[in-house]
């Protein structure tokens, strides 16, 4: 080996020397990112975030909510179906004993939505808490502490209207007087007195809604999710109706309702939020809406901002 081929070795290993050296220090520096952000981490647990991360692993129901003050939290919550996302990052927060109304055009969203806080849906993004419990964990105890009106009524056609309200009453437990009591002022309350010794299969559609709303409230739940609970209903049994749901209000009751009847919602909730393509478009009391849309009802707020007007559902 000449001079020559020696010096083209040694430039050579040294390449490689400085290659494998390369390697090292990226290594290295890789390490020293990780460390960083460790730092950043550890540094963010110190003082007052340790004892708040410390409850949320003890208790799940405080992540959102640390005051307790709300009965529903929602966070960027999304749902898919294939191709279609029928919720796209919704968040919001529904104070205990708040009459809330969600809006918006079909296909909207709000029956998703809803579906989501009862547990009829998992959802594929986000989260969200009822009465303090995670949906995605804590689907029983929420089932215990809510009642749900779904958008498909759902009676048993082959009992009575009493039956079916007896039926559920037994399945939560209730004590037989306090059912019966209860029983008796929802169907005094709603004006199905007379139909309720009648087979559910000889209902109008409106009258099983009616029987579905007093089976939705039987067990007396905290909050209460009501999907379009007037549809089908004739005027004089919607206005009823209504009556019914503010009442439910007096009791502290949180309600979160769906309806395509924009007056009623106008007159009877305290805040409503209006959904269009699975987005929370507006939110607010009625009154702040029209002062914020420059409308003089809600219908109008509806209008100008979905460009549409609402429709009753089916
Ligand atoms: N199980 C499902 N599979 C596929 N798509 C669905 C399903 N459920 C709902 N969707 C779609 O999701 C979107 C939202 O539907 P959703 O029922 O939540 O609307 P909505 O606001 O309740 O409407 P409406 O006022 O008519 O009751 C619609 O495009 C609907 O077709
Ligand atoms: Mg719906």
């Known amino acids: 080996m000449d001079d020559e081929e020696k010096m083209e070795e040694l430039i050579d290993d040294l390449k490689k020397d400085i290659k494998t050296k390369d390697n090292e220090i990226v290594r290295h520096l890789d390490k020293i990112e990780a460390l960083e952000q460790e730092i950043m981490r550890l540094q963010n647990l110190i003082p007052g975030e340790a004892s708040k991360i410390k409850i949320k692993r003890e208790k799940p129901e405080d992540i959102f909510d640390p005051d307790g003050e709300s009965a529903i939290v929602v966070k960027d919550l999304v749902k898919k ?56 964990r804590d689907i029983n105890k929420i089932k215990e502490i809510i009642g749900v009106c779904p958008q498909e009524p759902s009676v048993f056609k082959f009992l009575k209207g009493r039956e079916n309200v007896e039926l559920f009453g037994n399945l939560f437990e209730m004590d037989k007087n306090v059912l019966k009591e209860r029983a008796d002022k929802f169907f005094k309350a709603s004006g199905l007195e007379e139909a309720s010794n009648r087979k559910a299969k000889g209902y109008s559609g409106g009258m099983v809604r009616q029987l579905n709303l007093i089976i939705a409230l039987i067990n007396d739940p905290q909050i209460v999710f009501l999907d379009e609970p007037t549809v089908g209903m004739d005027a004089r049994v919607r206005r009823k109706t209504w009556t019914f749901i503010g009442d439910l209000k007096q009791q502290d009751k ?22 269009d393509y699975g987005e929370l478009i507006a939110l607010g009391s009625p009154k702040e809406l029209m002062k914020k849309h420059d409308a003089k009802n809600l219908e109008e707020v509806f209008m100008k901002i979905t ?4 429709m009753e559902g089916v």
């Open 307 to 310: 460009g549409r007007r609402i």
């Open 254 to 275: 949180t309600i979160v309702l769906t309806t395509h009847y924009i007056e009623e919602a106008e007159a009877l909730c305290d805040r409503v939020g209006i959904v």
């Open 81 to 136: 179906f294939d191709d279609v996302t029928a919720v796209n990052g919704i968040n919001l927060e529904i104070k205990k004993g708040e009459l809330f109304g969600l809006l918006g055009p079909n296909g909207a969203g709000k029956t998703t939505t809803i579906n989501m806080l009862v547990g009829l849906l998992n959802p594929t993004e986000g989260t969200a808490t009822v009465g303090g419990y995670d949906v995605k």
